[in-house]
């Protein structure tokens, strides 16, 4: 990724302060800024019946319709 030269100075000047290269500092911030994003970022979770749902219909869906079956053979 290329960088400006302000920003790139200023990284160096921070990692420098922190006591870490340049490359640690980096994957540590970017660490943190995914955690941030996982722990505030909305789920959606299932039940353990609409799990156990889910799973039966992925190990054995059910048979095309009839309108399914001309559609995918068109």
């Keep these: 990724?290329?960088?400006?030269?302000?920003?790139?100075?200023?990284?160096?000047?921070?990692?420098?302060?922190?006591?870490?290269?340049l490359d640690v500092f980096i994957l540590n911030a970017e660490i943190e800024r995914e955690e941030y994003v996982l722990e505030n970022q909305p789920s959606q979770q299932l039940a353990e019946k609409s799990w156990q749902q889910l799973n039966q219909l992925i190990e054995a869906p059910a048979a095309p319709t009839l309108a399914l079956q001309v559609l995918m053979h068109r």
């Design 1 to 21: 990724m290329k960088i400006n030269s302000e920003l790139n100075n200023q990284l160096h000047v921070t990692a420098t302060i922190t006591e870490e290269e």
